[in-house]
């Protein structure tokens, strides 16, 4: 897998956890509100934040028939332009976000869900795109994507392996090395424990050599730090500023203090994971002292037999090591040893 990075930031095998704030529609259409969000992600720890980009008429009609009316989930109730019509965030904001990211530090891209808004954010310079699961069979609006030669992180809820396949197939057909990082994600709102199923994650690289990620609509923080643990490159969670003050996606999104302790844990399993080592860490080389070893445990006279009962296996491990009891056993002393001496090749005859 080749390294990926988003404006300047290494994302990928080697690199930090990439961790992602989406707002969505967290905002409540306040711009102000929108502001506090990107302030409040940089303060817990995030690397990015994502929005959105389109309206209720150009990723639906208005209609109340019964294909666009939403049932059975957190929205049941709206139609699908209504529910758009209040999470979509206003096109004139985002490109005045983007910059008050950039003042911040924050990475900021969005989702587009037609190709008006891949040509909206381009002139916004984004660093990188993101496709929603839904949007994954949408070809055409993927192959205009990987045209663009910037970074695409692609959520994989409800794809089977070959529709994840065709996706991966087509952007290589328009750019044989499009950068691609695949996130595990079921799309469900909230999603179950039990259906998150993180063992895909390294299954998803293994099987299409790309790097992976999480796309977490989990309560909580457990799945993420879990999902770092398995060799999630990125892990994006919604992000509000309250669940009480509602929206869309509010019951499924974190709080700040939530966000910070996620990122938090998520450092903290980077350090757990490191490297294949082995032998004493800098902090064991202490506890190298608390091994066993041979000592002489009662005085022996020169020439005198070692046995069982003058030299034992005990702690601290400062003599020879247990391994070789058997091999000195019925050999002489070369010296006088008191109790307590380590001991060694050159004491032994």
């Known amino acids: 897998m080749k390294p990926i990075e988003i404006n300047g930031r290494g994302v990928g095998c080697g690199s930090p956890v990439y961790v992602v704030a989406e707002m969505s529609g967290n905002h409540n259409q306040d711009y102000d509100r929108a502001v506090e969000i990107i302030h409040q992600a940089k303060q817990a720890g995030v690397d990015a934040i994502k929005l959105q980009t389109y309206t209720a008429d150009t990723i639906t009609v208005d209609s109340d028939a019964e294909p666009f009316q939403v049932k059975g989930n957190l929205w049941d109730g709206y139609t699908l332009y209504s529910l758009y019509q ?17 003042d911040v530090g924050l990475d900021l891209f969005s989702t587009p869900f037609d190709p008006t808004a891949i040509d909206f954010l381009e002139e916004m310079a984004v660093p990188a795109y993101k496709v929603a699961s839904p949007e994954l069979v949408d070809i055409p609006l993927i192959e205009q994507l990987a045209g663009l030669g910037k970074p695409i992180i692609m959520s994989t809820g409800m794809a089977t392996l070959a529709e994840v396949d065709d996706a991966l197939c087509a952007m290589r057909g328009v750019d044989p090395d499009v950068s691609v990082i695949l996130l595990k994600c079921t799309a469900a709102y909230p999603a179950p424990m039990d259906e998150m199923n993180l063992k895909t994650m390294p299954y998803l690289q293994q099987t299409f050599g790309v790097h992976v990620g999480l796309s977490d609509h989990t309560l909580g923080t457990d799945v993420a730090v879990a999902a770092a643990a398995l060799g999630a490159c990125v892990i994006e969670k919604h992000f509000t500023l309250s669940r009480a003050d509602g929206g869309p996606d509010a019951a499924f999104s974190l709080e700040p203090s939530e966000m910070k302790s996620l990122v938090d844990s998520v450092r903290n399993v980077e350090k757990a994971l490191g ?55 019925g050999k002489r002393a070369r010296k006088a040893l008191r109790a307590g001496t380590p001991l060694a090749w050159s004491s032994i005859d």
């Open 86 to 102: 209040e999470a979509y965030t206003p096109w004139e904001w985002q490109p005045k976000l983007k910059e008050v990211a950039d």
């Open 275 to 329: 490297e294949v080592v082995s032998g004493a860490s800098e902090h064991e080389v202490i506890g190298l002292k608390s091994r066993r070893s041979l000592f002489v445990v009662r005085d022996i006279e020169k020439g005198e037999e070692l046995t069982r009962q003058n030299v034992r296996s005990i702690r601290p491990g400062q003599g020879l090591p247990p391994r070789y009891l058997q091999e000195i056993l």
